[in-house]
């Protein structure tokens, strides 16, 4: 069994614009293994987003093509998206996404119940245990902060065990203390889950976090590096 969790070749993204086509992405070609943690970095407009959107199959690629957890999602329609995407990835978005007539505990569980699973509302509370919540899981989200309100969104996407986790600005639109609150819960959700992490960021720091940063540039992969070992500590006599 490979450990390549997530492959793409030569892919590219072109949308139309009102002056024409633009090429969003150009000719990216990466493997991904099980259990990485990925910061994706670069300029506004670099073509993050875009690039975390199609590993998603949230967005389709115009070129080139996407395995993930060994499936070829490139020529896969919206349902067939849907139900691979079902229990298998998890994606946080910079906005929460919740549904604001639903409590924590009925956002975070439904995902689960539309797949059937028997033990949608035990795995909710779990989960939303995990990230500080077990008091406010009868809340409804305009009774949350926005703090609160993110951590909602993270334990619906990690509720179902997902082999990968998608995270877009995931602190975008928080103040650094509940910022670095939630991140501190993502690593620890995916080291608790062994999932993979792949995290599109502005922060340098959120990146320095993690195990590998790729840099986007106008649409390309500019920079592809693994985090270096620490030195070692020299030994004094």
Do not use: W
């Not at 614009?17 to 633009?22: F, P």
């Not at 690039?51 to 996407?66: C, F, K, P």
């Not at 993690?210 to 390309?220: K, N, P, Y």
């Amino acid at each position: 069994m490979t450990d390549t969790v997530l492959s793409m070749k030569d892919v590219g993204l072109t949308l139309a614009g009102n002056a024409g086509n633009v090429e969003i992405l150009k000719g990216i070609s990466l493997d991904i293994s099980r259990g990485e943690t990925i910061g994706m970095v670069g300029p506004s407009g670099s073509g993050k987003s875009s690039l975390l959107m199609l590993m998603g199959g949230l967005e389709r690629a115009t070129a080139g093509q996407i395995t993930a957890l060994g499936d070829d999602i490139s020529n896969m329609n919206e349902d067939q998206l849907a139900r691979f995407r079902r229990g298998r990835m998890g994606v946080v978005f910079q906005s929460f996404h919740l549904i604001p007539t639903m409590t924590a505990l009925e956002n975070v569980s439904m995902p689960m119940e539309i797949a059937g699973d028997a033990d949608a509302f035990d795995r909710a509370r779990e989960e939303l245990a995990a990230v500080g919540l077990t008091a406010r899981m009868d809340h409804y989200p305009a009774q949350l902060s926005g703090g609160e309100q993110q951590r909602v969104a993270l334990a619906r996407a990690a509720a179902p065990r997902p082999a990968i986790l998608l995270a877009d600005e995931p602190t975008g639109n928080l103040d650094s203390v509940n910022g670095a609150a939630i991140m501190d819960l993502i690593f620890g959700l995916q080291s608790r889950h062994g999932a993979t992490l792949i995290m599109v960021t502005h922060a340098p720091e959120l990146a320095a976090r993690c195990g590998r940063t790729i840099r986007l540039v106008d649409g390309r992969i500019a920079e592809d590096s693994a985090a270096k070992p620490a030195p070692k500590a020299k030994v004094t006599a």
